[in-house]
């Protein structure tokens, strides 16, 4: 005879769900805030400003809460019933079961995504993670209530839940912080390709924009932008190319003399990787402007 698969809930098993869903995707977050507040960007803007780390910290609670409570009603109720469903009709351990349910459910949402351009397996891995440690939580109250003989309230949950994501947090945020300081995360760095490779036609990401750097020194500009804070104007022109390589922290750029022709542009800084090389220029604040690409497509 088969044992009886205990399904009696806490009365709160939304509300551990929800609340562990958004500590670990807080933790996640604060992360990634305390990473890219530590460096500059791919074109050397530097982080967000002080206004918008204040919009994170007034807008994340809210939002997360919310995550969470979707999260819990798509993913970790679910699985857990599809679990103890299955356990009634089959041998295992309810968290074998549950691990099971988790990754199917993750499988059936990641394709849906997959429908839509996105990654298989990068979805699937992170939608079935998502709903390990909520499950986990889920069993651990459950195991605390048999243990005591009563149920949790919602408001033993919050003050148990709560603590423990702080905690998670700041531990996530030392990391990071630690990984920064350590360069095992740095900061993004600039190929330093040779005055050869940067020969050729480079063309913008809006399909307007076109440069031709030839061999012979010549430099052709098609409705390249140019401009300061205030405006921005295209230029069509010739003239002559010269490249100034990488010098330590100071990035390549590709400068142009347009002598007469009524083309104000500036130089332009090397960025991109290795394999796709880019020519960037920054319009507008420093701090946050627009960013014009230029993207190498081949000889000229």
Do not use: N
């Not at 990488?246 to 090397?270: M, Y």
């Not at 394999?275 to 960037?280: A, T, W």
């Amino acid at each position: 005879m088969r044992k009886p698969v205990s399904s009696e809930g806490t009365g709160s098993d939304g509300t551990v769900g929800m609340l562990v869903c958004a500590a670990q995707t807080g933790a996640l977050l604060a992360g990634v805030v305390v990473v890219e507040s530590g460096r500059t960007d791919a074109y050397g803007r530097p982080p967000g400003s002080a206004l918008g780390l204040v919009c994170v910290l007034v807008f994340a609670p809210p939002l997360l809460l919310l995550f969470g409570a979707v999260h819990t009603f798509v993913m970790t109720m679910p699985a857990d019933l599809l679990a103890r469903a299955a356990l009634r009709r089959a041998d295992g351990a309810l968290w074998q079961w549950q691990c099971g349910s988790v990754v199917a459910l993750g499988a059936v949402y990641a394709a849906g995504l997959a429908a839509v351009g996105a990654p298989f397996l990068c979805s699937w891995a992170w939608i079935s993670g998502s709903g390990a440690l909520p499950l986990l939580a889920v069993a651990w109250f459950h195991r605390g209530e048999r243990r005591r003989g009563r149920p949790y309230s919602k408001g033993d949950v919050w003050f148990r839940v709560l603590p423990a994501g702080f905690l998670l947090t700041a531990a996530v945020m030392a990391a990071c912080g630690a990984a920064l300081g350590t360069g095992a995360v740095g900061a993004y760095e600039a190929p330093s390709p040779t005055g050869e490779a940067m020969r050729g036609v480079w063309v913008g990401e809006d399909g307007r924009a076109e440069v031709r750097l030839q061999a012979d020194g010549r430099a052709v500009l098609s409705a390249v932008p140019y401009g300061d804070w205030e405006e921005e104007g295209r230029c069509d022109g010739t003239g002559t190319w010269s490249y100034v390589p990488e010098d330590g922290a100071v990035r390549g750029t590709v400068g142009f003399d347009l002598a007469g022709e009524g083309c104000p542009v500036g130089p332009w800084t090397v960025g991109g990787t290795d394999e796709r090389l880019e020519l960037y220029d920054l319009f507008g604040d420093p701090d946050g402007g627009a960013v014009r690409v230029l993207v190498r497509q081949g000889p000229g």
